[in-house]
């Protein structure tokens, strides 16, 4: 009941954040029971455009659960394990989230993408993208959006915000960049021999769509990510409860034990 209460109310709170912040405290309006969860978050959000809320759809969709190992989905669980209630996982799980480790990403992709443009101009060739590329790498900074600390393939998520880019903003001069990059980032990581995995993932693309149907507010993307991961954190903390899983207790070291894993190292 905590659980359905959380999902239910999330985002009504963050677009109220989203009307104080950037609409002048303009109403969220009221909550249409004859349309689906996201469909009411875009029309409390201020968005109309049926393509919008088609893109909301899948963004609330892919980014709702991503395994258990990240910082705001293992939070939510550890904090859980101890029979806390769902208000207390979920707000400790975004107090994770707000770590810009985990939560900045795709605007990170986005203040890269606009300064390769600044750089070099929106219409460049494989050749110049390459060289900016491997000036990044060569300067020891990371490609935004590219790698994945579990996954070994392209993105699955990264796959499906393509195909809905191809099938409605096929001429953005943003997506045509990060499409071109789709096609050359991952040989250059290959060359370079550092990446375990060189291909893109989600949030090599989110933030692209986010900016192309008008949501240009990139600090807000967090707030997003944070609604969208309610469903799967929280779904998980009823199986957990159901199954009866133990409080969540990780090994620790000890300082000795630490200075034997020195010793055994250099030795």
Known sequence: EDCMDL???LPCVAAKIYRNLYREGSSIGAIDSKLDWSHNFTNMLGYTEAQFTELMRLYLTIHSDHEGGNVSAHTSHLVGSALSDPYLSFAAAMNGLAGPLHGLANQEVLVWLTQLQKEVGKDVSDEKLRDYIWNTLNSGRVVPGYGHAVLRKTDPRYTCQR??????????????????????VPNVLLEQGKAKNPWPN????SGVLLQYYGM????????????????????????????????????????????????????
């Not at 191809?166 to 960049?177: N, R």
């Not at 989600?202 to 693309?205: E, I, L, Q, S």
């Not at 000795?256 to 055994?264: C, N, P, R």
């Open 7 to 9: 999902i239910a109310k």
């Open 163 to 184: 195909e809905f880019a191809l099938k409605h903003l096929p001429h953005d001069p943003m997506f045509k960049l990060v499409a071109q990059l789709y096609k050359i």
């Open 202 to 205: 989600v949030d090599a693309h």
């Open 216 to 267: 240009t507010e990139m600090n807000y993307y967090t707030v997003l990510f944070g609604v969208s991961r309610a469903l799967g954190v929280l779904a998980q903390l009823i199986w957990s409860r159901a199954l009866g899983f133990p409080l969540e207790r990780p090994k620790s070291m000890s300082t000795d034990g630490l200075m034997k894993f020195v010793d055994s190292k250099s030795g």
